[in-house]
T-cell receptor
Framework: EAQVTQNPRYLITVTGKKLTVTCSQN?????MSWYRQDPGLGLRQIYY???????DKGDVPEGYKVSRKEKRNFPLILESPSPNQTSLYFC?????????????FGPGTRLTVL | AQKITQTQPGMFVQEKEAVTLDCTYD???????LFWYKQPSSGEMIFLIYQGSYDEQNATEGRYSLNFQKARKSANLVISASQLGDSAMYFCAMRGRNNFNKFYFGSGTKLNVKP
């Protein structure tokens, strides 16, 4: 089954404790992206990657890091989480070629930073 | 700058009636794609429908259709014969040609279908 997986699905942590949210896709997509969803703001892009070792900032990259060492994986790293990073996070993947290539989303990770 | 605007934070519709969810966009790209996604209370994002900026006909997918008015920069989603399972958040999104790596989402519309 074609899918994007994220782990963990739920996470409660404390300020400053480094964490990683994993994302993996099995569709051989070149393009992957991370979003955060906050009430009233919709989804905002954090980082995206066009292919292995190619990443770039989205609209809200502060406080986040990513890496793309393998095509299927795109982890999101919070080196020193803060309460304002409490949010619902989505990973997505797609083919990169045309505007019509829709994204396939993971199930989401609900993060709470105390 | 690219921007998506959804002006209806919440809407109600009677079961079996049609409903239109509004979406306007702002872009300087000549070629772009417009998407609608559904987010039920369980949280996942479900792709519904796509419209390309150069598509001459409005997109349709089952009970979903997209009322695309390019000159007005609007891409409204029409759901016909609403069902209780249509109750969800709906997001309009855009992907540009000049930078097709960036997706822009609206703030969403919460649709409630009444029995």
């Amino acid at each position: 089954e074609a899918q994007v997986t994220q782990n963990p699905r739920y996470l409660i942590t404390v300020t400053g404790k480094k964490l990683t949210v994993t994302c993996s896709q099995n569709m051989n997509h070149e393009y992957m992206s991370w979003y955060r969803q906050d009430p009233g703001l919709g989804l905002r892009q954090i980082y995206y990657s066009m292919n292995v070792e190619v990443t770039d900032k989205g609209d809200v990259p502060e406080g986040y890091k990513v890496s793309r060492k393998e095509k299927r994986n795109f982890p999101l790293i919070l080196e020193s989480p803060s309460p304002n990073q409490t949010s619902l996070y989505f990973c997505a993947s797609s083919r990169p070629g045309l505007p019509g290539d829709t994204q396939y989303f993971g199930p989401g990770t609900r993060l709470t930073v105390l | 700058a690219q921007k998506i605007t959804q002006t209806q934070p919440g809407m109600f519709v009677q079961e079996k009636e049609a409903v239109t969810l509004d979406c306007t966009y702002d872009t300087s790209d000549q070629s772009y794609g417009l998407f609608w996604y559904k987010q039920p209370s369980s949280g996942e994002m479900i792709f519904l429908i796509y419209q390309g900026s150069y598509d001459e006909q409005n997109a349709t997918e089952g009970r979903y259709s997209l009322n695309f008015q390019k000159a007005r920069k609007s891409a409204n989603l029409v759901i016909s014969a609403s069902q209780l399972g249509d109750s969800a958040m709906y997001f309009c999104a855009m992907r540009g040609r000049n930078n097709f790596n960036k997706f822009y989402f609206g703030s969403g519309t919460k649709l409630n279908v009444k029995p």
